[in-house]
Nanobody, 122 residues
Framework: QVSLVESGGGLVQVGDSLTLSCAAS????????MAWFRQAPGKEREFVAA????????YYTDSVQGRFTISRDDAKNSAYLSMNMLKPEDTAVYYC???????????????WGQGTQVTVSS
């Protein structure tokens, strides 16, 4: 069992930067891929970014490519999402997820955090 806790969300202005953190605890010795998803009001949860357990492979959804960076620090059992040039359409609850298979699909991730709100004001 793995527990995930996100932090770092908040209210920012268009063009600002923000870094989200995801702290993992529990059975963190398995080679988990980590991912970030987001859910805007009235919309389905969508994939944002994912990183393999080694950190060598990263995936991004097109809308954040070049603006967001996913990373991990296994010594700290943490994953991060650095977000630059934020736009109003980035407003959502951001969720951290862990799974044994690197994927863009929600169903591939077994463990989820409670989410952290990011609001980008224009």
């Amino acid at each position: 069992q793995v527990s995930l806790v996100e932090s770092g969300g908040g209210l920012v202005q268009v063009g600002d930067s923000l870094t989200l953190s995801c702290a993992a605890s529990g059975r963190t010795d398995s080679p988990y891929a980590m991912a970030w998803f987001r859910q805007a009001p009235g919309k389905e949860r969508e994939f944002v970014a994912a990183i393999s357990w080694s950190g060598a492979t990263k995936y991004y959804t097109d809308s954040v490519q070049g603006r967001f960076t996913i990373s991990r620090d296994d010594a700290k059992n943490s994953a991060y999402l650095s977000m630059n040039m934020l736009k109003p359409e980035d407003t959502a609850v951001y969720y951290c997820a862990a799974g044994l298979i690197l994927s863009l699909k929600i169903s591939r991730y077994n463990y989820w955090g409670q989410g952290t709100q990011v609001t980008v004001s224009s």
